[in-house]
């Protein structure tokens, strides 16, 4: 049976330890096959290919994996490791998946529209949140989760987990009273004001003055 889910073709390496460096140099990338009852195997990919994968699909993708040409299997990115300078791929870890058994990822969550607060009212819009955690059915694994901005319409509303529009066949995991988004007001800044000097009254002798002459003796 055809699917429409992209494809990925990889092959068996027994190269491991520091000598993986010749494959990366070579541009292949070492990746890990694993999941419940399969055995672990150790698989290279094209980092060229694995790279336009990524580009072209969301983070709970699932993939159509062929290994050394044999029948292709579902599986999920499960973890890619990145050069902390460069942040090109290292490692890959590929999850083969059962289409009967649900999973329990992070799916992120995208704002979309403008709060009037920030428009009308000089607001800021801050999230509390960037990722729920989900669980569902592989084929029903949300790639984001979308949330209408334009609700906010004042520096009361707050937007929490349990108001994001969660997709059918998709149970939350996160917890539903945590903040998603809410407005700031703006942060008014008072400038301190120097007191004026005091102006003695016309007339007035200076308070000096008037000590002086307190303390001068009089004549006789």
Do not use: W, Y
């Not at 062929?66 to 990115?77: Q, Y």
């Not at 490791?81 to 791929?89: E, L």
């Not at 009212?121 to 960037?130: A, D, F, I, K, S």
């Amino acid at each position: 049976m055809t699917t429409t889910r992209p494809a990925l073709a990889v092959t068996h390496r027994d190269v491991t330890g520091k000598a993986v460096a010749r494959l990366r140099r070579a541009g292949h990338l070492p990746a890990v096959v694993f999941g419940h009852g399969v055995p672990s195997a150790n698989v290279t990919v094209d980092v060229h290919a694995f790279e336009s994968l990524r580009r072209h699909s969301g983070p709970n993708t699932l993939i159509d994996l062929s290994v050394d040409g044999k029948k292709a299997r579902p599986v999920l990115v499960h973890g890619v490791q990145f050069h902390p300078v460069t942040r090109r791929p290292l490692h890959v870890d590929l999850l083969v998946v059962r289409m009967t058994e649900e999973l329990t990822v992070d799916v992120p969550l995208v704002g979309v529209g403008v709060s009037p607060t920030v428009d009308l009212h000089g607001g800021t819009v801050v999230h509390g949140v960037e990722h729920i955690r989900a669980r569902a059915l592989p084929d029903h694994l949300p790639q984001a989760i979308e949330f209408d901005l334009s609700s906010i319409v004042d520096f009361e509303t707050i937007i929490h987990v349990r108001d994001l529009p969660i997709p059918p066949g998709v149970t939350l995991v996160s917890d539903p009273d945590d903040v998603v988004a809410r407005a700031l007001p703006p942060r008014i800044e008072i400038e301190e004001v120097a007191p004026a000097p005091e102006v003695p009254e016309e007339g007035a002798a200076p308070a000096a003055e008037e000590a002086t002459e307190a303390a001068a003796p009089s004549e006789v």
